[in-house]
């Protein structure tokens, strides 16, 4: 060994003493080997790991592990601290089905979340709505209450019938109401049905993209192309974000590509978030509520 590495070797020594000294840094290096090493090894006791780490020759070691941990660094990281064996790594198909019961579940006791649209530009650009939309949903009863910029301009009630569907609005700006009878179910209005729909094409075609932090929760996003949807050619896709630690939605977005568009409109994105998975809904939340004095319009 030559001069310059006795001198690096003694600094490195002089540094684990002194670091050894310090039982905050202690307690962060067993609380990496907590981290780091396995469950069955980690039953060694701790007493005869730290007895093994300060031996004079493995101090050079072990002053090169408590500096990492000292300036936040763990290169020995493992796959599992990274969540290599977190539900998001198995196949869709393993864990799709328990979120498609867990949705329809929730749907019976109540569901909420917020809807809006952004465009983009064929230049890249984005602009967002400042139209939002509340929607609230319970077994097979639908509710949607629709902003301009924060203010209440109309709210829906969708109420199923044995062979229709009544849809009752209220304009609140031209003090207007109108009765529509649909003839089934409308899927565009139907949440439950297409969260449970994406959990199965999630089993059957989902692609994990990443890790990602949505509305201050850990979450998984995970990718489902047009192809899959309706078998489409263009990039339309969805993308679904699930929350980590419950697996429910905690973001989503239809990305829809139509010829129809101006020319200068690539695509539209119906983005839904803010979701609420139990919320205190009031009785009478999904029957209809037609302020006195409005007018009902018939439509044509």
């Known amino acids: 060994m030559n001069w310059s590495n006795e001198c690096t070797v003694e600094r490195l020594n002089r540094l684990g003493k002194r670091l050894a000294e310090q039982p905050s840094v202690v307690d962060r290096v067993m609380s990496e080997v907590d981290r780091a090493v396995p469950l069955r090894i980690r039953k060694f006791d701790q007493l005869r790991i730290l007895t093994i780490m300060f031996k004079p020759r493995n101090l050079v070691a072990v002053a090169a592990v408590f500096a990492l ?19 998001w790594f198995a196949s869709p198909s ?13 749907g019976q006791r109540g569901v909420s979340c917020r809807e809006q649209f952004v ?23 639908y509710r949607c209450d629709i902003y301009d910029e924060g203010h209440l301009r109309e709210s829906q009630w969708y109420v199923p019938h044995a062979d229709e569907l009544t849809q009752t609005s209220v304009c609140y700006n ?24 994406l959990a199965q094409l999630l089993s059957e075609s989902g692609r ?18 047009a192809k899959k949807i309706a078998a489409q ?3 339309a896709a969805v993308h ?7 697996k429910m939605p905690l973001k989503i977005t239809w990305k829809s590509v139509d010829h129809s568009f101006p020319v200068y409109i690539v695509a539209r994105i119906l983005v839904q978030d803010h979701f609420d998975w139990n919320p205190a809904l009031p009785a009478d939340t999904f029957e209809p509520e037609i302020p006195a004095g409005f007018t009902k319009v018939d439509n044509k």
């Open 69 to 87: 941990v000292a300036f936040g660094l763990r290169p020995w990281a493992t796959n599992r601290e990274n969540g290599a064996d977190a539900w």
């Open 174 to 197: 031209d003090k207007t109401y109108t009765v529509t009878h649909h003839p089934k179910t409308r899927e565009e209005v139907d949440l439950m049905t297409r969260m449970e729909s």
């Open 208 to 225: 994990r993209l990443g890790t990602a932090s949505v509305e201050g929760q850990d979450a998984v996003e995970f990718e489902i192309t």
């Open 119 to 141: 465009t983009v530009a064929s230049d890249g650009s984005r602009s967002t709505s400042s139209t939002t939309s509340t929607v609230f949903s319970a077994g097979n009863r």
């Open 240 to 246: 679904i974000w699930l929350d980590q630690a419950t």
């Open 94 to 106: 393993a864990w799709a089905g328990e979120l498609q019961a867990a949705i329809k579940e929730a």
């Open 233 to 235: 050619a263009d990039e």
